[in-house]
């Protein structure tokens, strides 16, 4: 503890000397602060998008408007510009939802949704039971078994696949095809899968007129000889959603552009009960785009080329609002010097992929030699061009741009209930927080 010294006789030094201690003290804890900030406030972030009360910022419930209208704010907090009036670009796009009920039971024994059953975001509302059919998987791929298959009716019965153990390319195209178009007409059907199972709205574009259902192994019993089920849903031709952007202008050459991007939303509902927290998918990715704003809002660190932060809906169910960001982007594309994707980064203990990195091979190598001399993170991976994420439409209007993720095995829960906050370990968040910010203003120099 510091020990303030007192100087009795000589006036105005206790006063003097009390308020020097004080300056260099709050000093110090800012000057420490502003790094170690950077991960209280990620989780703060990521704590709070990921909650119950955000509804997995999807399409049900309003998930994505409340997660938009909390990143605006936040914007506000740190000073940070709108182009034109508002943070908001707004724009729509078709979603298939399952707002309602959702209910499954095989011979009477109700499973549990989102561990034990998932219903895919295509399907329709539906209620009653049915008759199960079991199939088996290899048939699909066998002429005359198959030909068999499409002569009998299905019409009111559901087919049961079980995947177990199977490898064969040929037989798991079958069966996704039999997914995708339900070619033997049946009124609905079940995979059986022996893994963790994990959900998707990329299928919602367009309702199917038939359910799909996953269920876990483990949960089905040996024999199954019916399906209840009550299912409700809701087909959006036009939802209305919106990307959140903002910039901070910059001091030297205000009309070149750094971007950096991630998408906001996750899965959202599926029913009432379940949802989908997107802890490190995406809700990391949103808090590092966020803790960047927040630390070139600090006068100190005010940038050379203006900052553009954007943050975008739509990417879980197809890339939505990337595609409308880049298609009607309010700035100039042509003017950005580099656009960085973050999206899952909430491990690292095995460093990071640069997706793009054998296309801008240039950017990369910079990357790689800004990590080896600061020794910030096990290794930079180079990954070839890949329309996985957000950077996609951006790159393909010209735009150099990147995509990074994390990488590490001590977190691996996706699109899941257990992409949780509280299991999200975080590990190298700081180091390649510091390793982007560096590589960023590394740019002038370009």
């Not at 119950?52 to 704010?73: C, I, M, Q, T, W």
């Not at 299912?231 to 910059?250: A, D, H, L």
Request: proline residues 4%; hydrophobic residues 40%; aromatic residues 14%.
């Amino acid at each position: 503890m510091a020990r303030l010294i007192r100087y009795n006789n000589v006036p105005g030094m206790n006063k003097f000397f009390c308020s020097s201690f004080l300056l260099i003290f709050f000093l110090l804890i800012n000057t420490s602060g502003v790094r170690a900030q950077d991960l209280n406030y990620a989780k703060h972030l990521v704590d709070t998008l990921s909650s119950p009360s955000f509804e997995g910022r999807g399409y049900v419930n309003g998930g994505d408007s409340k997660a938009a209208d909390f990143l605006a704010n936040e914007f506000r907090t740190f000073d940070i510009q709108p182009f034109g009036d508002s943070f908001m670009q707004a724009y729509d796009f078709p979603i298939n939802t399952l707002p309602g009920k959702l209910e499954v039971s095989i011979d009477g024994h109700s499973l549990d949704a989102g561990s034990q059953f998932q219903v895919w975001a295509a399907s329709p509302t539906i209620k009653g039971t049915f008759r199960i059919i079991r199939v088996n998987a290899a048939d699909l791929i066998n002429p005359a078994k198959l030909r068999k298959h499409l002569k009998r009716s299905y019409a009111n019965k559901f087919i049961l696949i079980d995947r177990q153990g199977i490898s064969d390319k040929r037989i798991l195209s079958g069966i996704d095809s039999l997914k995708y178009t339900n070619y033997l007409n049946a009124k609905g059907l079940i995979f059986v899968n022996d893994q963790k199972l994990s959900w998707s709205v990329m299928i919602g574009y367009k309702p199917f007129n038939y359910p799909v259902i996953d269920i876990l192994k483990s949960s089905l019993p040996s024999r199954s000889h019916s399906i209840s089920l009550n299912v409700e849903s809701k087909f959006y031709r036009n939802y209305k959603t919106q990307n959140v952007i903002g910039f901070i202008k910059g001091s030297v050459q205000p009309d070149t552009f750094l971007v950096f991007t991630a998408h906001y939303d996750h899965l959202g509902r599926m029913g009432q009960e379940v949802f989908f927290p997107g802890a490190n998918d995406n809700a990391s990715g949103t808090a590092m785009v966020m803790d960047l704003a927040r630390h070139y809002s600090i006068q100190s660190n005010a940038p050379d080329y203006s900052m553009v932060f954007i943050l975008l809906s739509g990417e879980e169910a197809g890339l939505h609002g990337s595609n409308y960001c880049a298609e009607h982007p309010p700035f100039n594309l042509k003017k950005v010097k580099f656009l960085m994707n973050i999206d899952m980064i909430g491990t690292g203990s095995e460093g990071i992929t640069v997706v793009n990195g054998s296309r801008f091979k240039e950017a990369y190598q910079r990357m790689v030699k800004i990590n080896a001399g600061q020794e910030y993170i096990l290794t930079v991976k180079e990954r070839g061009e890949s329309c996985n994420s957000d950077h996609c439409p951006f790159y393909k209007k010209g735009v150099p741009a990147v995509f990074i993720y994390s990488m590490g095995k001590e977190f691996s829960e996706y699109h899941n209930e257990d992409d949780l906050f509280s299991k999200l370990p975080f590990t190298e968040y700081s180091d390649i927080f510091r390793l982007v910010k560096d590589f960023m203003n590394s740019a002038t120099h370009w």
